[in-house]
Nanobody, 119 residues
């Protein structure tokens, strides 16, 4: 299983980015997927996730209404659309997969993509 994340970069406050994560050797309809982020000096935190039933949940209140997670099963790809970015969104963003589909224990991870939001 391999997860390849992309789409990070440098953006100004108020800008947008779309992160992508493509998975190989997985059947998307049976797994749960999630986005996490880790800012410098902080622990990794859950940002958004989709379980195998298609239910989407978001982590911190600060991203609700600004971030949207989606997936494209035929492409084995999940996305995180991030709008109205703020400096506090600066972090390395990781995609993860829970192969059991429940969104509880993530057992595969992508390499991370850096998002930097300048003020």
């Amino acid at each position: 299983v391999q997860l390849q994340a992309s789409g990070g970069g440098l953006v100004q406050t108020g800008g947008s980015l779309r992160l992508s994560c493509t998975a190989s050797r997985l059947t998307f309809s049976t797994i749960a997927m999630g986005w996490f982020r880790q800012a410098p000096g902080k622990e990794r935190e859950f940002v958004a996730g989709i379980n195998r039933g298609g239910d989407i949940s978001y982590g911190p209140d600060s991203v609700k209404g600004r971030f949207t997670m989606s997936r494209d099963d035929p492409k084995n790809t999940m996305y995180l659309q991030m709008n109205n970015l703020k400096p506090e969104d600066t972090a390395v963003y990781y995609c993860g997969v829970d192969s059991l589909g429940l969104g509880e224990v993530y057992d595969y991870w992508g390499q991370g993509t850096l998002v930097t939001v300048s003020s």
